[in-house]
């Protein structure tokens, strides 16, 4: 089983990063803007050799008494998947659902892989290049992660209509393909050892075909240029979320890449409503990391309703059972996702898509509302929060104790769960989320159509009032519900 050394250690391998705001970083595992996120990937692969955790990462022993990541083992049995539920559900609660993609991450993007390959019925050759992808994502721990492929504003805007495809297939033998081009945003490529491209434009132009491939992180003529890094405190007491779990979302510029034939597929045009598409599991992986962050949310409203004095407050109590049930909704969908499970076209258990798209439409559409209440509950003491380092002067020290001590609870107790507070709803990290899920994940009208798509009992529901109404009726057919038009996107407009 790898060791957070050895991930470690795979990131010091010439890799090409940009981060923008601070230029090009040697090292990421020592940089300023990227150490701590290495760290917290560290940490993810070390603590399946922590006996408290083994019990929640690792699978039951084999018959040789062997235990696997259960992060890195494709699920087969309906158990398998809910017992991967409970791993991705464990590692989001204790990052406040801050670390979005996580090395197992990819194990679930090579199982959409290995899936779509079988959907589409593709080659035996590419089926067989996909499975043995998984099968050596999953034997050797590696990290991957996952962009879509689209075009950046300035290729949109070629003079040229032609020349408006993000990725272009520069030449194509036996042994594989060149690509150059840049792609829009994804997360946390700098940290990432592999990248999986399904592009959105056909390959050759005109071809109708969609090259899908996969690439080193640090294949020659690869950049990674990522966003700026959030702004923080530098000291962790003040920036606890934000110090630690910045993930630093990316584009990816190439010239004259290399990627071997075994690592390129025959996939499809993008389309979010497809059922069992690349991203199956991906959603599913989503949804619990927005449910962590609405979990730690509610967390710190019920401790800062303590610790301030508030629990007895009609108000407050209005506010807590309203966060309350919108947790508890999200959760419910996603249980029972595990329960009514899917089975996908290659044979894995699969999470039942629309009761995951019901949890991502309701964690969405709460999530302004959650992040209000949690602002407003603590009143404007969660502005002038203290750090620890205030109190290192003793007069300091005691007026500080004056203004935020009693109750049972000393002013550095407050002020640490004030700042956690302030991190979670009011920080750089916070709006970066915000925004990258709005882009990312299409937002919540998205999600909407997602759920419109695949909602089967449409013709059920409306021909279930013949037997209540005094007259025949037709047959109806709302069977075009489902077909639900995804709204175009915003193009600019070239100016000739």
């Known amino acids: 089983m790898r060791t ?43 603590r399946h050799f922590d006996p408290n955790w083994q019990d929640i990462l690792l699978t039951p022993p084999d018959a040789n008494g062997q235990r696997r990541s259960v992060a890195m083992t494709p699920p087969q049995t309906p158990e398998d998947l809910k017992r991967l539920g409970r791993e991705i559900s464990a590692v989001h609660f204790i990052t406040g659902g801050n670390m979005t993609h996580t090395p197992g991450y990819g194990e679930l993007i090579s199982l959409g892989l290995q899936n779509v390959m079988k959907r589409l019925d593709n080659s035996s050759e590419d089926i067989a290049k996909a499975e043995e992808y998984l099968e050596y994502v999953s034997d050797s721990g590696r990290f991957v992660t996952y ?17 408006r495809a993000a990725l272009k297939l520069v030449s194509e033998t036996a042994d594989g393909i060149v690509v150059s081009g840049k792609i829009q945003m994804h997360t946390s490529t700098p940290f990432a050892e592999d990248l999986l491209i399904s592009t959105r434009n056909d390959m050759p132009a005109g071809s109708g075909r969609h090259l899908w491939f996969i690439v ?20 962790l007491f003040m920036s606890p979320l934000s110090g630690r779990f910045d993930e630093l979302d990316s584009m990816v510029w190439m010239e ?42 509610l967390g710190l409203g019920l401790a800062l309703a303590e610790i301030m004095g508030l629990k007895d407050s009609p108000q407050t109590i209005e506010q807590l059972v309203e966060m309350t049930v919108n947790v508890q909704t999200s959760r419910t969908c996603m249980r029972a996702a595990e329960l009514d499970q899917e089975t996908s076209v290659s044979g894995h258990p699969l999470a039942n898509q629309i009761h995951v798209a019901a949890a991502g439409v309701n964690t969405l559409k709460v999530r302004q509302r959650m992040g209000e209440i949690l602002r407003g509950l603590p009143g404007s003491s969660l502005i002038n929060a203290p750090a620890d380092t205030d109190f290192a002067d003793p007069a300091m ?28 709803v009011s920080s750089g ?11 990312a994940s299409g937002g919540l ?32 057919d709302l069977s075009s519900l489902q077909a639900v038009p ?6 600019p407009q070239v100016n000739t």
Not at 256 to 278: C, H, M, W, Y
Not at 447 to 465: C, H, K, P, S, T
Not at 486 to 491: T, V
């Open 4 to 46: 957070g050394a050895d991930y470690k250690e795979s990131l010091r391998d010439g890799r090409d990063v940009w981060v923008l705001g601070e230029g090009r970083v040697e090292d990421v595992t020592t940089h300023p803007a990227t150490a701590a996120m290495v760290d917290e990937y560290v940490a993810w692969y070390d």
């Open 429 to 439: 990290l916070d709006g970066r989320e915000a925004a990258f899920e709005l882009h």
């Open 147 to 163: 962009a879509g492929g689209g075009p950046l504003i300035g290729t949109r805007l070629r003079p040229d209509e032609s020349e």
């Open 445 to 476: 009208e998205s999600w909407r159509r997602q759920l419109a798509a695949w909602f089967d009992d449409y013709n059920e529901l409306a021909n279930g009032v013949h037997d209540l109404v005094q007259v025949d009726l037709p047959t109806m």
């Open 256 to 297: 004259d890449v290399f990627i071997p034939r075994n690592r390129v597929f025959t996939g499809e045009a993008s389309d979010r409503n497809r059922k069992q598409s690349l991203v199956c599991w991906m959603l599913w992986h989503h949804s619990y990391g927005w449910l962590a962050k609405a979990e730690l949310t």
């Open 397 to 424: 020290a005691a007026e500080l104790e004056d203004a935020f001590g009693g109750g049972g609870y000393n002013a550095m107790q407050r002020a640490a769960l004030l700042q956690l507070a302030w991190d979670q």
């Open 216 to 235: 080193p992180v640090n294949a020659p003529g690869l950049r990674v240029v990522s966003r700026r890094a959030a702004a923080r405190h530098k000291n």
């Open 486 to 491: 995804a709204i175009p996107r915003r193009m």
